[in-house]
């Protein structure tokens, strides 16, 4: 491989803290000792002033955390991934960040079906068995959907989503 189109993690580049940020820079680099490659071991590469965590998501990958709960406000539900950016981009800081991330979480509950459950077989409670509400599911099977009270309630609660599957997993 041609040493100017090494990974940037094999690269030791001259690069200034003093820039503005999204100017297009170009930087001295050369080879990290030991890694063997073609053509000249000092070269020039360009590159955006920014550190790696303002690039965009895009650019990194994050670590996942399969234990998120997204109840509540979708937009507020986050955790601490360990992200880091792609090895093509050269970058200002640690390569290897903390970032919020928003929960993406979900059990595979469709919102379609909970809303087709409720309005169809709601009576019986099959739209809180669906969501995993097994209890209620229980009281409104036996209560004929609260004599189809409870049935309209719910087939609202779910249309308008605010009634979300138990775990506290988003819909798909």
């Not at 360990?82 to 200002?92: A, F, M, V, Y």
């Not at 409720?118 to 969501?131: E, K, P, Q």
Request: with cysteine; aromatic share 12%; glycine share 10%.
């Amino acid at each position: 491989m041609q040493c100017s189109q090494l990974p940037a993690i094999c690269l030791q580049c001259d690069m200034t803290y003093n820039c503005f940020y999204g100017e297009e820079l170009t930087v001295n680099c050369s080879s990290l000792p030991g890694i063997n490659c073609k053509g000249d071991d000092n070269f020039i590469r360009s590159m955006k002033c920014a550190f790696c965590y303002q690039f965009p998501s895009s650019n990194y990958t994050c670590s996942s955390n399969f234990s998120c709960r997204a109840v509540g406000n979708k937009s507020t539900s986050t955790y601490i991934a360990t992200c880091t950016i792609d090895n093509s981009i050269l970058c200002l800081g640690n390569r290897t960040f903390q970032k919020n991330v928003k929960c993406n979480w979900t059990s595979g509950h469709h919102w379609s079906t909970a809303v087709i459950l409720s309005i169809t077989l709601g009576g019986f409670g099959a739209d809180r068995f669906y969501l995993g509400y097994w209890r209620t599911g229980l009281g409104k099977l036996f209560s004929l959907g609260g004599l189809g009270v409870w049935t309209l309630i719910d087939v609202v609660l779910i249309a308008i989503g605010y009634l979300k599957p138990e775990d506290g997993s988003l819909y798909l």
